[in-house]
T-cell receptor, first 115, second 114 residues
Framework: AQKITQTQPGMFVQEKEAVTLDCTYD???????LFWYKQPSSGEMIFLIY??????QNATEGRYSLNFQKARKSANLVISASQLGDSAMYFC????????????FGQGTELSVKP | NAGVTQTPKFRVLKTGQSMTLLCAQD?????MYWYRQDPGMGLRLIHY???????AKGEVPDGYNVSRLKKQNFLLGLESAAPSQTSVYFC?????????????FGEGSRLTVL
């Protein structure tokens, strides 16, 4: 079984500052992937970043980085230099080797960027 | 550049009515998924398919049926709609990767059951 937990229902950040969105996970699989998606108010799901369980380095994509701490089972998303357009729901998700290709989501964190 | 297309985008049903949501993808993906999104609960997997002619249950399959007769299409059916099925439904597809590779999502279908 797999589980994703996002404990921050809502977050505020000042424009141009960095923000960390928390994600912890639980899985019995040794091989797994962790994903972050962004959902703006328009509703579409936008893929941001991926981290594999065997990747030694933290994933980065532009202003997004994933702080992967395997022993603590955490996969936090860090957004640097926040922009007003970063205001959105953010979902952490996971796929496991023995889960048949399923992607399981956390409850999400709503980020609001203040000017 | 269509990607994943869902129809209809909006639908209002009365309790007990039936309907089918259609998902079509043009990326030749093996895997397809149906999720529902409710406030505060993230996206929950209803059913998924790892290939033409195959389907499997997800986290919340009750009240829904699916079919994957063609590789590019994945249909989600509600035989007798209930108010609890009021939700936003997302279809997604991916390459046949077990734990790598992201899912590509449609724009969502908002269903209201009165």
């Amino acid at each position: 079984a797999q589980k994703i937990t996002q404990t921050q229902p809502g977050m505020f950040v000042q424009e141009k500052e960095a923000v960390t969105l928390d994600c912890t996970y639980d899985t019995s699989d040794q091989s797994y992937g962790l994903f972050w998606y962004k959902q703006p108010s328009s509703g579409e799901m936008i893929f941001l970043i991926y981290q594999g369980s065997y990747d030694e380095q933290n994933a980065t994509e532009g202003r997004y980085s994933l702080n992967f701490q395997k022993a603590r089972k955490s996969a936090n998303l860090v957004i640097s230099a926040s922009q007003l357009g970063d205001s959105a729901m953010y979902f952490c998700a996971m796929r496991g080797l023995n889960q048949g290709g399923k992607l399981i989501f956390g409850q999400g964190t709503e980020l609001s960027v203040k000017p | 550049n269509a990607g994943v297309t869902q129809t209809p985008k909006f639908r209002v049903l009365k309790t007990g009515q039936s309907m089918t949501l259609l998902c079509a993808q043009d990326m030749n993906h093996e895997y397809m998924y149906w999720y529902r999104q409710d406030p505060g609960m993230g996206l929950r997997l209803i059913h998924y398919s790892v290939g033409e002619g195959t389907t499997a249950k997800g986290e919340v399959p009750d009240g829904y049926n699916v079919s994957r007769l063609k590789k590019q299409n994945f249909l989600l059916g509600l035989e007798s709609a209930a108010p609890s099925q009021t939700s936003v439904y997302f279809c997604a597809s991916s390459y046949p990767k077990l734990y790598t590779g992201e899912l590509f999502f449609g724009e969502g279908s908002r269903l209201t059951v009165l």
